[in-house]
């Protein structure tokens, strides 16, 4: 009996030793497959550095050029009103290569390759100068010829772009997906859109706080924590990628599940179909938009006020709960790009679980599917732990915006002696 005990101990302590080996093993795999996808796309990058974008010219606009390099050269030419001694040379051009679009929809773009780097910089230059130009109707922009991975990476800055142009802030996107912005101050670059998003909302730019991923994916965790003697959990969501469809959210509830501070079993996500016309939310918000018209004066005038404003609405069957400072952490993205690369998109995910003591999400397709899919998708060295609060203190206003409010208060407070006019930095 003895001798097969120490064969069964010696064999598991070699199985252990294979398994740790291996764990090893893949570790570094996934590291250097991370480190050759990241080659390729700056190949990728580099084998277009000659190449133009050109958005917005119409479907079948080069139909009465000899070719479509042709047309180029010469919409090129005009448009940007180039001098006949200026090299404009041409050496393939084609439209983007996907099906042609409906007569109504936007036209396909046109890559075209230039002879060399510096003429199409030149070309660039030219056209950002005069902010594109107007062509059949159209308005026609050029731009870089990006790889795919980096126009996704740079396309998640259009939030703040769109900020920044509000406040006429001046700034630029270095490639790959990088950004500088140029406060009065100083310039500031961020090497993400979260930390341009984050230090944005911590200097009061409107329209930046409160969109970030870990800050919805917060209010989730609370409720939750909330119900935290609850063993399984379904939630019925709009099927909205930004909300209730990323990875910062399925990291955070793979951490919830793993941890003590709630009897989870499962948690559920299942997305309404696309084109659904009716949510009871929907009967919900409506309740809410009621409460606040039968307001003095319809108005709501602060946080305090909209919370008993929701409380008082259908029918006084609500319960609220309030997102406060210290629920709101600072959650991140644990996902593997290599784990998840061969796996649907999360937009093909029709049904989501996440189970306690697992590191895995399991999906549907359809919710008429019978079994779940299995997909391990955290990183190896994702930490399954609460992380810190992300905003410590309330955030503050612009400056502008609050010296505004303090004039319009202290013109009030001339007029009526009782009024209290409070500043606070």
Same mark, same amino acid.
């Given at each position: %009996? ?5 064969? /069964?101990?010696?064999? !598991?302590?070699?199985?252990? *030793? ?8 893949? *570790?570094?795999?996934?590291k250097l497959?991370i ?13 277009r ?11 079948g606009?080069?139909?009465? /050029? ?5 047309f180029?050269?010469?919409l090129?030419r005009h ?11 041409v050496e393939r051009a ?7 679009? $409906? ?7 046109i890559v075209?390759?230039?002879? =060399?780097?510096r003429?199409?910089?030149? !070309? ?23 790889? $795919? ?10 939030e ?10 001046l ?5 790959p997906?990088k950004?500088?912005?140029f ?8 090497? =993400? ?14 329209? @930046? ?5 870990a +800050? ?5 965790? @609370? ?17 909205? =990628? ?14 919830l599940?793993n941890g003590?501070?709630?009897s989870? +079993? ?7 179909e696309?084109?659904?016309?009716f ?5 919900f918000?409506?309740g809410?938009?009621?409460?606040m ?16 404003v929701v409380?008082?609405?259908n029918?006084k ?9 210290v ?17 649907p998109?999360?937009?093909? %995910?029709?049904? !989501? ?6 590191r895995?999400l399991?999906?549907?397709? @359809? ?19 609460? $992380? =810190? ?10 400056? /502008?915006?609050?010296d505004d ?10 007029k ?6 409070? *500043?606070?930095?």
């Open positions: %009996m003895n001798t097969r005990v120490e064969e /069964a101990e010696e064999r !598991i302590k070699d199985a252990e *030793t294979r398994i740790q080996t291996n764990e090893e093993a893949v *570790t570094e795999m996934l497959h480190e050759m996808d990241a080659k390729l796309t700056d190949l990728e990058g580099r084998s550095r000659e190449n133009i974008r050109i958005h917005g010219v119409k479907e606009s080069e139909d009465d /050029a000899p070719s479509m390099v042709d180029v050269e010469r090129l448009k940007l009103e180039l001098p006949e001694s200026a090299e404009v040379r084609h439209q983007a290569l996907m099906p042609k679009p $409906p007569p109504n929809a936007a036209p396909r773009s075209a390759k230039m002879a =060399s780097y003429t199409k910089e030149e !070309i660039l230059k030219l056209a950002w100068q005069k902010r594109g130009f107007e062509y059949l109707g159209n308005k026609v922009n050029l731009d870089h010829d990006y790889a $795919p991975e980096v126009l996704k990476q740079r396309k998640k800055y259009a703040v772009k769109s900020v920044l142009k509000e406040k006429k802030i700034f630029q996107t270095p490639f997906s950004m500088r912005v406060y009065p101050e100083w310039p500031v670059l961020y090497g =993400s859109v979260e930390e341009a998003t984050s230090d944005l909302a911590k200097r009061g730019f409107p329209g @930046t706080a409160g969109r970030s991923a +800050e919805i994916t917060s209010a989730y965790v @609370t409720i939750l924590k909330k119900e935290r003697d609850m063993c399984h959990s379904i939630f019925w969501v709009d099927n909205c =990628s930004a909300q209730n469809k990323n990875w910062c959210l399925l990291s955070s509830l793979i951490c599940g003590n501070t709630t989870m +079993e499962d948690i559920t996500l299942k997305y309404f696309k084109g659904h016309t949510m009871s939310a929907d009967s918000h409506h809410v938009e009621q409460e018209r039968n307001r003095p004066g319809g108005v709501v005038y602060d946080f305090e006020d909209f919370v008993s409380l008082s609405s029918s069957k609500v319960e609220v709960v309030e997102l406060k400072n629920d709101v952490l600072n959650w991140k993205d644990g996902h593997s790009s290599v784990k998840t690369k061969k796996a998109n999360l937009s093909k %995910m029709a049904v !989501i679980q996440l189970r306690c003591g697992s895995s399991f999906f549907k397709l @359809t919710n008429a599917d019978a079994h779940f899919t299995e997909l391990d998708f955290p990183r190896a060295k994702f930490e399954l732990k609460e $992380p =810190s609060v992300l905003r410590p203190h309330d955030q503050k206003i612009e400056e /502008a915006k609050k409010i303090i004039k319009k208060l202290s013109f009030y407070a001339l009526q002696e009782s009024f209290l006019v409070f *500043t606070a930095c």
